[in-house]
């Protein structure tokens, strides 16, 4: 059976223990939000692409420090999930469906879906080299004084299609064949996703996104270094930079990057991300 990325994104969502989750990612949501609020427009007009579960930012905070707030994502029931658990005053939030990227609107999903399906994987990867992403505007409603971007470049399309690689048991030799395309496929989207969301921007607006770029296990002796020069910033930047130079571009640092060549007056800052291990 196909599946959307949307509906793909709904099920990821609703398999969040919402409670626990949140409970363990509040130091993180402390942090992004204090970061937001001394660089955002008090006052403004303000988007938040990528809503979701609200897991990354204190939406109260953030909504209270704005004139009114559209929240955008792919996957509104869980929007409306995570507005109606917060404090929000409702009448300043506006929930909006966005298919960053357009791929379920173009009908990507169905037509990869036959592919596999059918076993012709040349062609699947013809139409992954070939499909190109369209801009478009993915709020409606003007040009925003906040146009805010959680961390979305790494779940925009591989994660869908590798549980679609998954669901059909394609085995690893034709994954690896596939995984070029599919790569080249979600680079292109990240470019055009940052033009859609800037689109959103009026002319003196701010931007604000972030994104994973490094993952370690808890136990990695690696993490230990990070946790001690978090705050060094040129620490972080030569350490990524030799990351980069050994592995090249992961797809949320090349999102970040691409982004940051977009923008004016750039001020960048490294945080941890936790993450919950079962």
Not at 86 to 89: D, G, K, P, R, Y
Not at 178 to 181: D, S, V
């Given at each position: 059976m196909s599946e959307s990325i949307g509906e793909f994104n709904r099920r990821l969502n609703a398999s969040l223990v919402f409670k626990e989750t949140s409970k363990g990612w509040a130091n993180y949501k402390k942090e992004v939000t204090r970061r937001l609020s001394?660089?955002?427009k008090h006052g403004g007009r303000t988007v938040l692409f990528g809503a979701g579960n609200l897991l990354d930012i204190e939406i109260d905070e953030i909504a209270g420090i704005s004139e009114s707030i559209v929240l955008a994502d792919i996957d509104t029931e869980s929007v409306k999930g995570a507005v109606s658990l917060?404090?929000?005053?409702k009448e300043k939030v506006r929930i909006e469906?966005?298919?960053?990227g357009g791929l379920d609107i173009a009908g990507l999903p169905g037509e990869i879906d036959g592919y596999l399906a059918s076993?012709?994987?040349a062609a699947l990867a013809r139409c992954l080299g070939s499909f190109r992403p369209s801009?478009?505007?993915p709020a409606a409603g003007g040009e925003f004084d906040n146009v805010l971007f959680s961390p979305v470049y790494t779940q925009l399309f591989i994660p869908w299609f590798m549980e679609r690689l998954n669901a059909h048991e394609v085995?690893?030799?034709k994954v690896a064949i596939?995984?070029?395309?599919a790569l080249s496929l979600a680079a292109g989207l990240i470019r055009e996703v940052n033009d859609s969301v800037l689109s959103c921007a009026g002319g003196d607006a701010v931007a604000a996104v972030w994104s994973?770029?490094?993952e370690y296990r808890n136990d990695d002796p690696v993490l230990d270094d990070i946790r001690k020069n978090i705050g060094d910033a040129g620490w972080m930047d030569m350490f990524y930079q030799n990351y980069e130079l050994m592995h090249g571009h992961g797809l949320g640092s090349y999102g970040i990057h691409d982004m940051v060549s977009r923008l004016l007056d750039v001020s960048q800052d490294w945080m941890l991300w936790p993450v919950v291990e079962n």
């Open positions: 001394v660089a955002m917060s404090m929000l005053n469906q966005t298919d960053l076993g012709d994987y801009s478009f505007n085995d690893a030799k596939l995984l070029e395309p994973d770029i490094l």
